[in-house]
């Protein structure tokens, strides 16, 4: 047993308490109060204390959504983030590709066209900056790229190639490629780059996770089997890492392609216990488990380290990830109308209503929810016809069935009824930073009526739907804080402008909720995370100001994570 002394604490509780100490006791709370108090109900059972001196101790903070192994990816490769001219993306390939072999993938991310004199390179200049090696740069929102022509002849690409259905190339007012590709149109590309091996993406894969604890995240829903090649590769690497002392929860979202695989790894494939031996281990541990076949969500097994946890209290596996539609910043959302902008287009519908409604039941014929990938208001629109069509998920391999809308960017008022049916069958995965990297573009895509309902988070609270609050990582900063920042403020960190549509921004204490009990409501954990009360796990972030009542909205943007706490054990500090 150990004391957490000192705190600015806010329990985040129903009566808003507030603490100065916490006991715990391996990985779980025992007791908040008072250090005074504590001390005497705990006399001779404290082994160690930790004074904070004065920092904010709130619930360890949780995204609910981010892709951990991209966000390791990215920190490996180009980092194209924050490139404020086509001059100097072009000065970063260069001198990038001048280190490669030649012939080597000239691969980064991050770039962002809304945010760069100049426009995109051409493709003719991006031939030049590579010295003969081919290009793939894939934009901040991951729906677009752009290639070179020896990378679209090492991915058996013609100038004369059709496009695919969930995808396109772009082409110059005389029909020539300009570099430019959209969604799944990238695939022949992505195949053609050489495969990384599992020790590339383990080390990717730590650099992601301890990036996380870095700015005080202490669990993960994440999205990564795509990249890692698969649901077993990835269950491996996680386990792994885990056993090896990395401290971050992870809440693993599953590529609707390889369900399949998924569940018969659930089910004891690859090295993991059977479902009738992971019932046998939870039952001699006292636990018990809500999951269809007596399924542990991951095997039953146990990670070694001084607290010998369950890893059930560590990994677990998560809904099936489809995508409806793609992202404003490409003019690939789906929308009910076309762009105000390009009246031409209204955006790449994924899958009819028919197919997604079929994959639907088709996870729900496996045991999981679903998770989608929704920006524009016509994919949201489908999106809800397919779960009206499926029916509410019941029976799940995964710890609660509760399905996730991803994003839901633009909500036509009109389909907000439909979404407070969901009920608690149903979250609603929302990531504050897009507006304010999205606005003021995203008004000339939308036009001002439409633009008035992006990021509507506080007409869906109000309509009593269930909101949580990721990042998107590496899409957006992996920083929650910033994220919370974005949520009270609606406008870039360094900013001096009023927030967009300030209608719709949350208070501090609504924000962080989003980062901490709301994000543990989607993945069913909200009686063992998400607040500090005695019972429940002993994760913590510790902050050097008050975020929860600033004085001013900017101190959340400036506050600085001191340590990440995670099962009672220092994951992080500075």
């Given at each position: 047993m150990w004391l957490l002394t000192g705190a600015n604490g806010y329990c985040f509780d129903h009566e808003n308490t507030r603490f100065d100490a916490v006991v715990v006791d391996g990985a779980s709370i025992a007791a908040v109060g008072t250090a005074t108090e504590l001390r005497l109900q705990f006399a001779g059972h404290i082994e160690r204390t930790l004074d904070v001196g004065g920092a904010t101790v709130i619930p360890g903070l949780v995204d609910s959504h981010l892709h951990v192994a991209a966000l390791g990816e990215q920190s490996l490769a180009l980092d194209l983030t924050g490139v404020g001219s086509r001059g100097e993306l072009l000065a970063r390939v260069t001198r990038h590709a001048s280190k490669l072999a030649p012939g080597a993938w000239v691969q980064g991310s991050g770039w962002d066209d809304n945010r760069m004199q100049g426009g995109v390179p051409t493709i003719d200049e991006l031939d030049h900056a590579a010295g003969g090696r081919p290009v793939l740069l894939t934009r901040v929102c991951r729906h677009?790229?752009?290639?070179?022509?020896?990378?679209?002849?090492?991915?058996?690409?013609?100038?004369?190639?059709?496009?695919?259905?969930?995808?396109?190339?772009?082409?110059?007012?005389?029909?020539?490629?300009?570099?430019?590709?959209?969604?799944?149109?990238?695939?022949?590309?992505?195949?053609?780059?050489?495969?990384?091996?599992?020790?590339?993406w383990e080390h990717a894969l730590e650099?992601?996770?301890?990036?996380?604890?870095?700015?005080?995240?202490?669990?993960?829903?994440?999205?990564?089997?795509?990249?890692?090649?698969?649901?077993?590769?990835?269950?491996?690497?996680?386990?792994?890492?885990?056993?090896?002392?990395?401290?971050?929860?992870?809440?693993?979202?599953?590529?609707?392609?390889?369900?399949?695989?998924?569940?018969?790894?659930?089910?004891?494939?690859?090295?993991?216990?059977?479902?009738?031996?992971?019932?046998?281990?939870?039952?001699?541990?006292?636990?018990?488990?809500?999951?269809?076949?007596?399924?542990?969500?991951?095997?039953?097994?146990?990670?070694?380290?001084?607290?010998?946890?369950?890893?059930?209290?560590?990994?677990?596996?998560?809904?099936?990830?489809?995508?409806?539609?793609?992202?404003?910043?490409?003019?690939?959302?789906?929308?009910?109308?076309?762009?105000?902008?390009?009246?031409?287009?209204?955006?790449?519908?994924?899958?009819?209503?028919?197919?997604?409604?079929?994959?639907?039941?088709?996870?729900?014929?496996?045991?999981?929810?679903?998770?989608?990938?929704c920006i524009g208001d016509a994919a949201l629109d489908a999106v809800l016809t397919a779960l009206e069509r499926a029916g509410r998920p019941t029976r799940a391999i995964t710890p609660v069935a509760r399905d996730r809308i991803i994003h839901a960017e633009l909500v036509r008022p009109d389909l907000l009824h439909r979404m407070a049916r969901l009920g608690e069958s149903a979250v609603i995965d929302v990531q504050p930073r897009f507006v304010p990297s999205d606005f003021p573009w995203v008004a000339d895509r939308l036009g001002p009526e439409r633009a008035a309902s992006v990021g509507a988070w506080r007409t869906m609270r109000a309509r009593g739907l269930h909101l949580a609050g990721g990042s998107d990582a590496p899409i957006e900063p992996v920083s929650p804080l910033l994220g919370v920042h974005a949520a009270v403020t609606r406008r870039q960190p360094d900013g001096t402008e009023p927030g967009y549509n300030l209608a719709e921004a949350l208070t501090p204490v609504e924000a962080i909720q989003l980062f901490t009990s709301d994000a543990c409501f989607a993945n069913g954990s909200e009686g063992r995370k998400g607040r500090i009360v005695a019972g429940t796990l002993a994760d913590f972030t510790v902050i050097d100001r008050d975020v929860v009542e600033p004085r001013h909205p900017d101190d959340i943007r400036d506050a600085k994570v001191l340590r990440t706490i995670v099962g009672g054990e220092t994951a992080f500090e500075v």
């Open positions: 677009a790229y752009l290639a070179n022509r020896v990378a679209f002849e090492r991915a058996g690409l013609s100038a004369s190639l059709p496009d695919p259905v969930d995808g396109r190339y772009g082409r110059d007012a005389s029909g020539k490629l300009n570099g430019w590709v959209y969604e799944n149109a990238a695939r022949p590309f992505l195949r053609a780059i050489p495969s990384w091996t599992e020790v590339d650099v992601g996770m301890r990036s996380a604890l870095a700015v005080g995240v202490t669990a993960v829903h994440t999205d990564d089997t795509r990249n890692l090649g698969g649901f077993a590769p990835t269950w491996r690497l996680y386990r792994r890492l885990l056993e090896r002392g990395v401290r971050l929860r992870v809440h693993e979202l599953v590529d609707w392609h390889v369900l399949s695989e998924a569940r018969m790894v659930l089910l004891g494939g690859e090295g993991h216990t059977t479902a009738a031996q992971a019932h046998d281990t939870r039952q001699r541990s006292g636990q018990t488990g809500s999951s269809s076949e007596g399924l542990t969500h991951n095997g039953g097994m146990r990670l070694s380290g001084r607290n010998d946890l369950d890893l059930a209290d560590w990994l677990e596996v998560g809904a099936a990830k489809l995508f409806s539609d793609g992202a404003f910043g490409g003019r690939t959302a789906w929308l009910s109308a076309p762009y105000s902008d390009a009246s031409e287009t209204a955006g790449t519908p994924m899958y009819t209503v028919e197919e997604l409604t079929e994959r639907v039941q088709q996870a729900r014929r496996l045991g999981f929810p679903v998770a989608i990938h």
